[in-house]
C-alpha cells in the first residue's frame, strides 16, 4: 500500500487536496483520474477506485457513509485508538461518532469524537507538563500535574462535550466546514480539578470579564507565532462548579487526539471552549480576542436570518450554552428489524439546563410517547431516556425524539440557518423497516 500522504500533497492532508484539486489528487493517488466525479474517492465516487486500493469489492458500500475512508486506507494512522469513528478530515484531524456507537451512558474513550483546529503537540508527556494561570489574578501560577492533584480536591464527573458545529451537515444552502451529522458530542467520566479552585487559590482581581485559554497544540501553517484556537469563557462561566481542568477520561490518561495530558471541559458550552492540551489561563478584563473567537467563528447572528442571507460584523454574537438536543443510539438507522417492537434508547442535554422530557414519535410527528428519563449524574452530564416502541404492521417507520428542557424550550423540526452551521438542535430521525 503506497503512502497516501506523502503521494497526495504530503504535509496538507489528503481531504484538503482532494478538495482543492481533484483531479491532479486522483491522478497521484491511483496513477489516473478517477471516473465521473471531479471530487475523487472521498466524496463517495470513484468506489471502483476505492476497491481496487483495497484489491477487492465492498460489497456494503451502500452503507458507507460520505466521506468516510475505510481503514485499511493510511489515513487510519490519524486515528490511532479509535474505534468506528467516521473521519471527516485528516489534517487537521476531525472524526465523528455514528450515533448507534454512542449507545453506551458513558462513551468510552475510542468512541469520543476528535475535532482538531491544528497539528498534535508532539510531546503529550504528563512528566514536566505545567499549566500557567496569570493575567487579572493576585498571584500567578504555573502548575505541574502532580500539584494539580496535591493542591486541590479531585473529582470525577461525567461532561457533556459538542462541538459548536454538530449537526452542520443538513444546513441548506451548505455551510462550510466540518460536515459534521450527529457524532460530534460525547459524555465521559472526567477526572480533574474544578477551574473555579484553581482560580480563587490564584485570586481572581475585580475586573475580570473574560478567560484566554491557550493549548500546545500547532498552527497547520507551521507558524510557531500563530495558534490554531485560543478560546474563553465569561468569567462568571469559569467559576461555576462542573467547569473541569481534567487529566483523566474514563478513568485512565486522556486519549493523545483528546488533549492528554490535561485539558479544560466546559460542559454545555461550545466543545470549542474546552482547550486540549492546556499550558495556560489567563484572565483578562476584556472579551478574549483569540484564535476563533472572532468574525463567524463560533458566533452566530443576533437576529433571525433567512437561510443564504449576508450578516454583517456587527450582528454576530459569540456562542455560550448549547441548545436543547437528543440522540437515537438504539435502533441504528438503517436497520432491519425482525420483531415488530424495539428498544430505543438515546441520550438529551441542554447546555446548563436539565432534560424535563423526551417524546418519541413513529408516525411522522403526529403523536407522541414519553419515555422514560433518568436524571443526570451530575450536572454536565446528558442524560440516558428509553422507550419500548411497537409498531402495527410491517414497513418503514422513522423514530423522532424531541427532548424539552427545564425552561420548557423543545427541539425544532428544521433548522435556524446561519452562515457557518453552528447549533443544529433539529430532532434526531432514524429510518427502520420492520419485517
Ligand atoms: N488546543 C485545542 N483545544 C481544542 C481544540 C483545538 O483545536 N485545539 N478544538 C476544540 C473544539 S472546536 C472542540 S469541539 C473540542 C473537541 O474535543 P475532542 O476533540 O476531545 O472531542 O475540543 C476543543 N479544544
Ligand atoms: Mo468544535
Not at 21 to 50: C, I, W, Y
Not at 151 to 171: P, Y
Not at 174 to 180: D, F, L, M, R, T
Not at 284 to 298: I, L, P
Amino acid at each position: 500500500m503506497p503512502n497516501k500522504t506523502d503521494r497526495a500533497g504530503g504535509s496538507k492532508g489528503l481531504f484538503a487536496y482532494f478538495d482543492e484539486n481533484p483531479d491532479e489528487a486522483d491522478k497521484q493517488v491511483f496513477g489516473r483520474v478517477a471516473h465521473s466525479d471531479r471530487r475523487g474517492f472521498l466524496k463517495g465516487a470513484g468506489l471502483a477506485t476505492m476497491g481496487a486500493m483495497l484489491g477487492t469489492a465492498i460489497p456494503f458500500h451502500r452503507n458507507m457513509p460520505a466521506g468516510f475512508v475505510p481503514v485499511a486506507f493510511a489515513q487510519d494512522d490519524v486515528l490511532t485508538g479509535k474505534d468506528g469513528l467516521t473521519l471527516l478530515n485528516d489534517r487537521p484531524v476531525n472524526a465523528e461518532t455514528p450515533p448507534h456507537l454512542l449507545d453506551a451512558p458513558i462513551t468510552p474513550n475510542d468512541r469520543f469524537f476528535v475535532r482538531n483546529n491544528g497539528t498534535v503537540p508532539e510531546n503529550t508527556s504528563a512528566d514536566g507538563w505545567e499549566v500557567t494561570i496569570d493575567g487579572m489574578v493576585d498571584n500567578p501560577m504555573t502548575l505541574s500535574i502532580a500539584d494539580l492533584k496535591e493542591q486541590f480536591d479531585v473529582v470525577t464527573m461525567a461532561l457533556v462535550i459538542e462541538c459548536g458545529g454538530n449537526g452542520r451537515a443538513f444546513f441548506d444552502p451548505p455551510a462550510s466546514g466540518n460536515q459534521w451529522t450527529y457524532g460530534a458530542v460525547g459524555c465521559a467520566e472526567f477526572t480533574g480539578v474544578r477551574l473555579r479552585d484553581v482560580l480563587e487559590k490564584a485570586g481572581v482581581k475585580d475586573g475580570v470579564v473574560y478567560t484566554a485559554h491557550e493549548g500546545a497544540d500547532g498552527h497547520l501553517s507551521g507558524d510557531a507565532e500563530k495558534m490554531p484556537l485560543s478560546r474563553g469563557v465569561p468569567i462568571a462561566k469559569a467559576l461555576t462548579d462542573n467547569v473541569l481542568i481534567a487529566f483523566e477520561m474514563n478513568g485512565t490518561e486522556l486519549p493523545v487526539l483528546n488533549g492528554a495530558p490535561v485539558r479544560l471541559v466546559v460542559p454545555g458550552w461550545p466543545g470549542s471552549c474546552s482547550q486540549k492540551w492546556l499550558k495556560r489561563v489567563w484572565l483578562r478584563d476584556v472579551v478574549h480576542d483569540g484564535a476563533k473567537m472572532t468574525g463567524t467563528s463560533y458566533r452566530v447572528p443576533n437576529h433571525p436570518v433567512a437561510a443564504g442571507e449576508e450578516v454583517a460584523d456587527e450582528d454576530f454574537e459569540i456562542i455560550e450554552r448549547m441548545p436543547v438536543k437528543s440522540l437515537i443510539t438504539n435502533p441504528a438507522t438503517g436497520s432491519d428489524l425482525a420483531e415488530k417492537s424495539v428498544e430505543v434508547r438515546g441520550h438529551a442535554w441542554s447546555g446548563d439546563r436539565t432534560i424535563e422530557k423526551v417524546d418519541i414519535s413513529i408516525d411522522f410527528g403526529a403523536t407522541w410517547m414519553s419515555a422514560e428519563l433518568d436524571p443526570p449524574v451530575n450536572s454536565g452530564a446528558w442524560q440516558n431516556w428509553k422507550k419500548t416502541v411497537r409498531f402495527p404492521l410491517a414497513g418503514y417507520y422513522e423514530i423522532w425524539s424531541r427532548a424539552t428542557d427545564s425552561n420548557g424550550v423543545s427541539q425544532p423540526f428544521a433548522i435556524a440557518w446561519n452562515p457557518k452551521g453552528y447549533l443544529n438542535n433539529s430532532m434526531h430521525r432514524v429510518g427502520v423497516r420492520v419485517a
